[in-house]
């Protein structure tokens, strides 16, 4: 079938690399209005209701309250770790406090939920890369770094977060803004979604909270794979795939720069995969996860 959107050394980039840098998939007028939305939401925040949690993806730092556990089809707010004072009171505005804004942006937004379900060419791209067989989308975020405490995002791949059998995670990460080795850029070591195991999952723990399930030994889980990280300086409206195998990080923003960035993700969906009830974001009766496409995709090929 004739491509639609990618060129085929795109696709053979991402299979290789386990990721891929689209400049300027979303133009200037649509990555406008995502960063005014994001700023506008910003705006809506309510200080005084919050519970005031904060969100890390580092492994002691998780926090598994409610706020976060039953935010999969909401829109809520997770403030920078640096954001609070001894006594719990924001050390600055409520605008430059929040790290992230999700999770069912794509859903529930307007503006997010065009740029991701109404998308007619990011449904382009999704036929042409042939990742999923019947691509769900879940998991949406605006992530600010906030100028001087943005913090960091240590190496992690996707799968962990989202776990199916067999793992199908798919990053989409769309720069709002420049991003710099300066403002927390992303960075990749390329190729490693073919060589690092998937080690661990972030599962709901019975009881309450969160945590990290071991899925290997631990001296086979601490290999780390060889090779460099390469930094992927972004300019607004450019568009990463990320394979959910790829390691990937991010560093803390200590410039005067703000870095909002939109990302979500898609899986695959039954039969074809199993999504892990451990996960942290679940699916509700009132919101399911919505198809990507209107048709099945029809060929899966190259799936690492
Ligand atoms: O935006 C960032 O800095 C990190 C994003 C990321 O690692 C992810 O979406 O998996």
């Known amino acids: 079938m004739a491509l639609e959107f990618l060129k085929q050394e795109q696709i053979a980039q991402f299979h290789r690399d386990g990721y891929l840098v689209i400049p300027g998939f979303f133009d200037e007028t649509e990555t406008d209005s995502l960063l005014s939305r994001s700023k506008q939401l910003l705006d809506e925040f309510d200080v005084d209701s919050h519970p005031k949690t904060k969100f890390t993806t580092g492994d002691d730092n998780h926090v598994g309250d409610d706020y976060f556990l039953t ?50 060419r990011l449904k382009a791209l999704v036929r042409d890369l042939k990742f999923h067989r019947s691509p769900v989308a879940l998991q949406s975020m605006v992530i600010i770094k906030q100028t001087y405490i943005g913090g960091e995002v240590p190496e992690h791949n996707d799968s962990t977060f989202l776990y199916t059998d067999p793992p199908s995670a798919l990053g989409f990460w769309i720069a709002l803004e420049k991003c710099t080795n300066q403002n927390g850029a992303l960075s990749f070591l390329p190729g490693s979604h073919l060589i690092a195991p998937i080690t661990k999952r972030f599962v709901r723990v019975p009881g309450g909270g969160t945590g990290f399930e071991q899925l290997l030994p631990p001296e086979e889980a601490q290999k780390a794979p060889e090779g460099e990280y390469i930094l992927e300086e972004c300019n607004p409206g450019d568009l990463v795939l990320i394979h959910g195998a790829v390691l990937h990080k991010s560093e803390k923003n200590l410039s005067p720069n703000t870095r909002f960035a939109y990302t979500f993700h898609m899986i695959e969906s039954a039969p074809y995969a199993n999504y892990d009830e451990k996960n942290w974001l679940q699916p509700t009766p009132a919101m399911p996860f919505s198809r990507v496409l209107d048709e099945p995709n029809p060929v899966v090929i190259g799936k690492a």
Do not use: C, M, W
Not at 89 to 95: A, F, G, P, S
């Open 71 to 120: 935010s999969g089809d909401k829109i809520r707010y997770f403030l920078e770790e640096d954001a609070l004072d001894d006594q719990g009171k924001l050390k600055r505005e409520k605008q430059k406090s929040i790290n992230k804004i999700g999770h069912a942006l794509h859903e529930l937004d307007p503006v997010f939920r065009k740029a991701t379900l109404g998308n007619d």
